[in-house]
Nanobody, 124 residues
Framework: QVMLVESGGGLVQAGDSLRLSCAFSGGPFSDYAMGWFRQAPGKEYEFVATIGRSGEYTLYADSVKDRFTISRDNYKNTAFLQMNSLKPEDTAVYFC?????????????????WGQGTQVTVSS
């Protein structure tokens, strides 16, 4: 059974940086595309970033492009989301996801596995 555990969230000020980590277990990590989604209170899941199985492809939401960087370490079975120049509108619960069917995808229902989420709060 695949399990995802996020870490690295917290409370920061606008302009600060955070690095989220996602520890993957229970399967062959390199078989899965990895994605990050976020959900603010009262809103639906929002795509943030995704990375292909070998890291060869990445895709970002326009709202985070040039500020966030997704990466993965297939030896350590871990995915990362480096978040720079954080804004109050980035405040949300961030979820790590893993999907086996597609090379990369922006749709939440294409990811079979989700972590429990980690809270990111950015104060102004």
């Amino acid at each position: 059974q695949v399990m995802l555990v996020e870490s690295g969230g917290g409370l920061v000020q606008a302009g600060d940086s955070l690095r989220l980590s996602c520890a993957f277990s229970g399967g062959p990590f390199s078989d899965y595309a990895m994605g990050w989604f976020r959900q603010a209170p009262g809103k639906e899941y929002e795509f943030v970033a995704t990375i292909g199985r070998s890291g060869e492809y990445t895709l970002y939401a326009d709202s985070v492009k040039d500020r966030f960087t997704i990466s993965r370490d297939n030896y350590k079975n871990t995915a990362f989301l480096q978040m720079n120049s954080l804004k109050p509108e980035d405040t949300a619960v961030y979820f790590c996801t893993a999907g086996e069917k597609y090379t990369i995808s922006v749709k939440p229902n294409t990811y079979e596995y989700w972590g429990q989420g980690t809270q990111v709060t950015v104060s102004s």
